[in-house]
């Protein structure tokens, strides 16, 4: 998974998961501290994928273009360009595969040429319209480049015209088909040799309508129908929905999936404005498939939110859909019950609207009337207090989280979920990046199905794996520390000494693989040595939603074990910001206990006063992670001022989260 971090910072970054998603670190490429992954430009926008080999592709938006890059061993190394495509002024990027680009396959990437139109789209003040347009790689005899190098673009949209809004995804359909160019009457070419087409879903400039774009490749070279293109794409623009002027959507992108027989499902949020553009009620999901390959679309209906655990969710926003066996799709949003005033900038105005992560499933997606379930929490808490921002809303809203989140489906066919959490100090700059995944319930896949995965909702405790506690930056993997390599993690309440019941304190163990408090600079020049433990504290009265708490030991260079309690930070990189975990409150030695050796344990016990939240939802601590990291200077060398300090760091192992529950035993 990818994040940006600005355009100014010309930072962005890319993790990788070795264990099904329950820990991330950088990958082995990022440089040392900052983590940017290439040495290319970028901080914008960001797009991973990979393809059917295993190689890792990545594009970052610098406005001017974009950076492309291509990893063939999972992130270690990477080759890119600045200039991966051959326009100017490019915007939202996408990609899709089918096959091995570096051998005989090819990668789609769609994206806006930004302000490109000379048409006037609703306002006389309107400096041109995006146009929607799609290249593929590789180009002849450029394999070599594939994923780096892409060719010219094809128009999707009519660029002329008023047709694109911002795309959401493409998609790649996995039945191959003869169906060709339009040729007049609704009727269209057959192919001599059937193909794979790509499928783009975007809105208008007025955000009143749907489409989808259709592409299929051809040999590069004149512009044939259905022959070939100097794109090596034909490409044709479908309606999809037309909302009416009454309606608005952008929310911020209509998103669509694919199913294994073909079916096309369609996804938007769409809300009810008024003459002057003011949103006058809820933002709903809407929802449309198409069983002909995208030339004809069901009527779209609302879906219905209603059967949530905290009743009707009024705001919902950033859908994403995902399919996997006929029929059988999942559909991810943030949602909330609050209520925006009307009229307003509907989800842009919701100002104490609690979001959650939810989640729901139809197993008959294109039957005449498709039945789904009520939405699942998938975040087990909510996720964020505040606005959202929005094109519906007119973008007025507070945009800590984004602009989307993305559902992919695993091997089990189980949901798998990229978002972001913003409940901590920094809430409006710095939200944690979060994975969740599916572990039980029906999945996309009939032979799987039910869901069964085990060790995904550990309470209290959680172990790790050995010998993989690696410093590993500059595309160079160390080998194993020892003394930072997590085997264990664990939280209990505790009342006696040198706590009590009436000041009781968390105990925060920490086991270690073979734990010496000496860095290993043979491998690793960084001096400290941190041991730190985190969790959430949601909160009902908090106005950012809630706290990011932590405890660590700490050693400089081999000194004597002190111990800390604060909450997270953010320090600048450049233009941006990344997270930080600086201590403010040392605790006393008898609360900071270290046994060295084989199995060696950081015993840290915090007074509950120390890390306490008002209005906390519940008594648990949510999403506890264990890590170990090395950093050049303490952890506090720049104390936290307003959230600003604290000190950049290399993260070395990762333990899975866990709930501690004080009621469980």
């Known amino acids: 998974t990818s994040a940006p971090g600005s355009l100014s910072s010309d930072t962005s970054w890319v993790w990788h998961s070795l264990d099904g998603g329950k820990t991330f670190k950088w990958v082995v490429a990022a440089t040392a501290l900052e983590g940017k992954y290439t040495t290319c430009a970028g901080g914008g926008d960001t797009e991973t994928g990979v393809d059917s080999a295993g190689h890792l592709y990545f594009a970052d938006l610098t406005l001017a273009n974009f950076s492309t890059s291509r990893s063939d061993d999972q992130g270690a190394t990477v080759t890119c360009s600045n200039t991966g495509v051959p326009d100017a002024v490019v915007d939202r990027q996408w990609y899709a595969f089918d096959g091995d680009p570096t051998n005989g396959g090819s990668i789609y990437l769609v994206n806006d040429e930004f302000a490109q139109s000379p048409a006037q789209c609703g306002s006389p003040t309107n400096f041109g319209q995006n146009i929607l347009v799609m290249y593929r790689s590789p180009i ?17 949209s009519n660029p002329l015209g008023c047709d694109e809004g911002i795309m959401g995804n493409d998609e790649v359909s996995p039945v191959a088909t003869t169906l060709g160019q339009p040729i007049g009457g609704g009727q269209y070419a057959v192919l001599p040799t059937p193909v794979k087409h790509i499928f783009v879903v975007h809105d208008d400039a007025l955000l009143n309508r749907i489409l989808i774009g259709r592409c ?27 909302l009416g002027s009454s309606n608005k959507t952008g929310a911020n992108f209509p998103t669509m999936a694919i199913d294994k027989a073909g079916n096309l499902y369609a996804v938007w949020s769409q809300a009810p404005i008024n003459g002057s553009g003011q949103v006058t009620g809820d933002t709903v999901l809407k929802y449309s498939f198409s069983t002909d390959q995208g030339n004809t679309w069901a009527a779209p209906i609302q879906i219905n939110t209603s059967g949530s655990p905290v009743g009707t969710l009024h705001n919902n926003v950033f859908a994403w859909p995902v399919a996997g066996d006929d029929g059988r799709v999942d559909i991810a949003w943030y949602g909330t019950p609050g209520v925006a005033p009307n009229p307003s900038n509907g989800p842009d105005s919701c100002n104490n609207c609690d979001w959650s992560l939810w989640m729901m499933q139809t197993l008959n997606g294109h039957a005449a009337a498709p039945t789904f379930t009520a939405p699942i929490l998938a975040s087990e808490h909510f996720i964020h207090r505040g606005t959202m921002n929005t094109l519906i809303g007119g973008q007025n809203g507070d945009r800590t989280l984004g602009d989307f989140l993305q559902l992919r489906m695993g091997p089990n066919g189980e949901a798998e979920i ?40 550990p309470f209290n405790t959680v172990s ?35 706590c009590s019941a009436a000041a009781p304190c968390y105990q925060v163990v920490m086991k270690l693989n073979n734990l010496s408090l000496a860095p290993t600079t043979a491998q690793d020049p960084d001096l400290d040595l941190v041991w730190l433990t985190q969790w959430f504290v949601p909160s009902t009265t908090d106005p950012n939603g809630g706290k990011n708490f932590f405890v660590y030991g700490e050693s400089f260079n081999g000194s004597a074990l002190q111990c800390f309690a604060g909450e997270n930070a953010a320090q600048a990189v450049g233009g941006g910001v990344t997270l930080t975990y600086p201590g403010v409150t040392q605790l006393p030695a008898a609360n900071c206990l270290v046994k060295t050796g084989g199995n060696g344990t950081i015993t840290i016990d915090v007074p509950l006063s120390n890390v306490n939240e008002p209005g906390a939802i519940d008594n648990r601590l949510h999403e506890v992670t264990a890590s170990t990291m090395t950093l050049q200077e303490r952890a506090n060398s720049v104390p936290p001022v307003a959230g600003i300090g604290g000190v950049l760091f290399n993260l070395i192992d990762v333990a899975q989260g866990y709930t501690f529950d004080p009621t469980k035993h």
């Open 216 to 242: 299929f490749p051809v040999a590069f070279g004149p512009p044939i129908p259905n022959v070939s293109d100097p794109s090596g794409l034909n490409c044709v623009d479908l309606p999809v929905a037309d």
């Open 140 to 156: 002849p005899g450029g394999e070599a480049l594939a994923g780096i190098q892409f060719g010219p673009a094809n128009k999707v």
């Open 464 to 498: 790790d794996p050995t010998n993989d506690g690696k410093y590993e930056v500059n595309g160079l993997s160390s080998a194993n520390m020892p003394q930072l390599d997590i085997t264990n993690s664990s939280i209990k309440l505790l009342t006696t000494a040198p």
């Open 418 to 457: 990229a978002y972001a959490d913003s409940n901590n100090f920094d809430e409006p700059f710095a939200p944690h990046g979060m994975f969740v995944r599916q572990n039980s319930g029906n999945g996309l896949l009939v032979a799987s199905s039910p869901v069964n995965i085990s060790g995904l909702a």
